[in-house]
T-cell receptor
Framework: GENVEQHPSTLSVQEGDSAVIKCTYSDSASNYFPWYKQELGKRPQLIIDIRSNVGEKKDQRIAVTLNKTAKHFSLHITETQPEDSAVYFCAAFMNRDDKIIFGKGTRLHILP | DADVTQTPRNRITKTGKRIMLECSQTKGHDRMYWYRQDPGLGLRLIYYSFDVKDINKGEISDGYSVSRQAQAKFSLSLESAIPNQTALYFC?????????????FGSGTQLSVL
């Protein structure tokens, strides 16, 4: 069935350094790839997304890249800050089924 | 502000009890979802509904049922709760228009089954 793999499951980076989280998806018909951030005790919230007709999208310190051929997409956070500490989920939208499949999440720790 | 509200926020119950988790939204969205979050397993879809007369099973529907009482209300029931249903449950909504892929989550219900 459809699957989204996310790596790593845990990531620790020094404040000010960059963080990269990677995801792969199985269904080549997927056409929309969101990233959600979940702070401790809070609900997941959409932070950035990319559609399949675009290779890269940037919003201030965060960016997402998509390689449709390889079925990979990644979240890049530059100049990390303490408030970036959270769990991040990637997801793929299955247009055929009209539903979203989530990765298992990455817990990002920003070290002082 | 328009929001997605879940009740209760926390619930502790015993094995075999019937439990209902409720979700209501003021976003005016037609689509509603129930997800379950377990550490290391991400967000898994239990049931979803695209309108009042539409109910669909997700990837982990066994042991759960749902009711879409109105456009704004979608409840999740555990007929006979078991300990491995201990988890954080999220309701979510989306607009069926051009941004139907974007989910808006409720604040969550932490359920513990003893």
């Amino acid at each position: 069935g459809e699957n989204v793999e996310q790596h790593p499951s845990t990531l620790s980076v020094q404040e000010g350094d960059s963080a990269v989280i990677k995801c792969t998806y199985s269904d080549s018909a997927s056409n929309y790839f969101p990233w959600y951030k979940q702070e401790l005790g809070k609900r997941p919230q959409l932070i950035i997304d990319i559609r399949s007709n675009v290779g890269e999208k940037k919003d201030q310190r965060i960016a997402v890249t998509l390689n449709k051929t390889a079925k990979h997409f990644s979240l890049h956070i530059t100049e990390t800050q303490p408030e970036d500490s959270a769990v991040y989920f990637c997801a793929a939208f299955m247009n055929r089924d009209d539903k979203i499949i989530f990765g298992k999440g990455t817990r990002l720790h920003i070290l002082p | 502000d328009a929001d997605v509200t879940q009740t209760p926020r926390n619930r502790i119950t015993k094995t075999g009890k019937r439990i209902m988790l409720e979700c209501s939204q003021t976003k005016g969205h037609d689509r509603m979802y129930w997800y379950r979050q377990d550490p290391g397993l991400g967000l898994r879809l239990i049931y979803y509904s695209f309108d009042v007369k539409d109910i669909n099973k997700g990837e982990i529907s066994d042991g759960y049922s749902v009711s879409r009482q109105a456009q704004a209300k979608f409840s999740l029931s555990l007929e006979s709760a078991i300990p491995n249903q201990t988890a954080l449950y999220f309701c979510a909504t989306s607009d069926p228009g051009t941004e139907r892929e974007k989910l808006f989550f409720g604040s969550g219900t932490q359920l513990s089954v003893l």
